[in-house]
């Protein structure tokens, strides 16, 4: 099972992520993306792994369970 992770550390906020992603992230109380920690489904891969490539400081992250 894969999950979309966020490295709270490197993230700044940005938004691309959550905005593209919107069922598997949202923001925290700080504007930081956060993961909701949902299963990621195989038809929204593609734009899960476009939201790794695109996030400007690599925050954003696909693990496996």
Same mark, same amino acid.
Request: net charge negative.
């Given at each position: 099972m $894969?999950k979309?992770?966020?490295n709270? /550390?490197a !993230?700044? %906020?940005?938004g691309?992520?959550?905005n593209n992603l919107? /069922?598997?992230?949202v923001? &925290? $109380?700080? %504007?930081?993306?956060? *993961?909701? %920690?949902? #299963?990621?489904k195989p #038809? &929204?891969?593609n734009?899960a792994? $476009? *939201?790794? &490539?695109? !996030?400007?400081?690599q925050?954003?992250?696909i /693990?496996e $369970?």
């Amino acid at each position: 099972m $894969e999950k979309i992770v966020i490295n709270k /550390e490197a !993230c700044i %906020g940005c938004g691309l992520c959550v905005n593209n992603l919107p /069922e598997y992230l949202v923001f &925290d $109380e700080m %504007g930081h993306a956060e *993961s909701v %920690g949902k #299963e990621l489904k195989p #038809e &929204d891969k593609n734009l899960a792994l $476009e *939201s790794v &490539d695109n !996030c400007p400081v690599q925050a954003v992250l696909i /693990e496996e $369970e």
